[in-house]
Each structure stands twice: as structure tokens, then as C-alpha cells.
């Protein structure tokens, strides 16, 4: 499923902080379809390509398992079985 956003600069409702950009370009030819992410108040930006068994995030390939493992704590998750769910903090 791709995710779709107004895309508003500078746009702080949600997360009170900009909220990220994003855009989706689908599959053409043989490049795998990407999302554009655009920081929220500047023009800084991210190219994420993905495909079955790997993605491509800012030019640095990798298979998915490989992302899991740097990002997954980043974003606070953790994998429970089949399942990713949000990892409790010391103080919730
Ligand atoms: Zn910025």
C-alpha cells in the first residue's frame, strides 16, 4: 500500500514537528518503484527503493532482514513473534 500525504511545508499538526514529505513514484522498467521523502522544512531529501528482498535507502542497498535489524530499534519496535510492536519504555 502506498502512503499518500498532503505534503504541506512546514506542516507541525501532527507530530509537533514538520512532518515529512512523501512522495511515490511506482515501478518503471526495471527500476523498483520509490518513495521521495522531503524533510519538512527544508529541501533536504531521501530516495527509498524497495523491492521484495531488499531496499535501497539513500543509495546504501540492503535486504530487508539487514534494515530490520539497524532500524527496528530506532523506530522503538521490537518483533514479537510474527508481529512488530511498539517497545515500552522504562517509564510507560
Ligand atoms: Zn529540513
Same mark, same amino acid.
Given at each position: 500500500m502506498v502512503l499518500k500525504?498532503?505534503?504541506?511545508?512546514?506542516d507541525t499538526s501532527?507530530?509537533?514537528?514538520?512532518?515529512i514529505r512523501v512522495y511515490h513514484r511506482r515501478a518503471k522498467?526495471?527500476?523498483?518503484?520509490?518513495?521521495l521523502l522531503k524533510?519538512?522544512?527544508?529541501?533536504d531529501q531521501l530516495e527509498i527503493y524497495? @523491492?521484495?528482498?531488499?531496499l535501497e535507502i539513500?543509495?546504501?542497498?540492503? @535486504?530487508?532482514?539487514?534494515?530490520r535489524e539497524i532500524l527496528l530499534p530506532l523506530l522503538l519496535l521490537e518483533?514479537?513473534?510474527?508481529v512488530f510492536v511498539p517497545k515500552l519504555g522504562p517509564g510507560s
Open positions: 500525504r498532503l505534503n504541506r511545508f512546514y501532527r507530530f509537533r514537528q514538520p512532518q522498467g526495471k527500476k523498483c518503484p520509490r518513495y524533510c519538512g522544512c527544508c529541501e524497495y @523491492a521484495e528482498d531488499g539513500g543509495g546504501v542497498n540492503g @535486504a530487508i532482514d539487514d534494515w518483533r514479537k513473534g510474527d
